[in-house]
């Protein structure tokens, strides 16, 4: 009995919609269809952001900016330090010359995003691979702290 009254309402709708007429209904039902399988199924293309809050791009400008690096400093010290070593690898990765390696957004993504970037993005992978499967732990810094964590991250 279910499905009959299920394609009743289903006729209702249809109907409902076709007789709204107008180009706007017509757009609205384009827009809420589901894409076609095979492209779900597909690998998110990559973006070189990483996955997370912060998707405009970050510009480090050339010179060092001291105040900010002296913040990050106290920052990395109390809430990376267990895990990471800026000259060798630890329970986490060196992080000496990170920024030649990688782009400043997808750095301030793994930071605040750990957890996201572990399971969406194809670097993050890999490195949790490579790193025994251990999961970098989210912090809970704001941009503002992650910046200047960033930024002392330059100075090693
Ligand atoms: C519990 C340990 C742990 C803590 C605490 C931790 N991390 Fe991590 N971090 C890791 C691990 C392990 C990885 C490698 C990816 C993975 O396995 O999750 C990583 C990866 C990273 C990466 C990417 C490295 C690369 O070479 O691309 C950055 C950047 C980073 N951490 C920054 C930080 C910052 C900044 C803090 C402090 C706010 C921090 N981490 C705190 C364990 C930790």
Known sequence: MKWKILSMLTLVVFFGLYACGGNESTEEANATEEPPAS???????ASPFGVGPVQEEI???DEIDQALAEKGKEIYTTKCIACHNPEHDAIGPAQKGIFERRNPT????MILNPEGMIKEDPVAKKLFEKYNKVAMTNMGLTQ???RAVM???RTF
């Not at 997808?106 to 993504?109: D, R």
Request: hydrophobic content about 40%; proline content about 10%.
């Open 59 to 61: 510009t480090l400008p």
């Open 151 to 153: 930024e002392y991250i």
């Open 39 to 45: 492209m779900v199924e597909d690998e998110p293309e």
């Open 144 to 146: 503002e702290d992650a």
């Open 106 to 109: 997808w750095v301030m993504n």
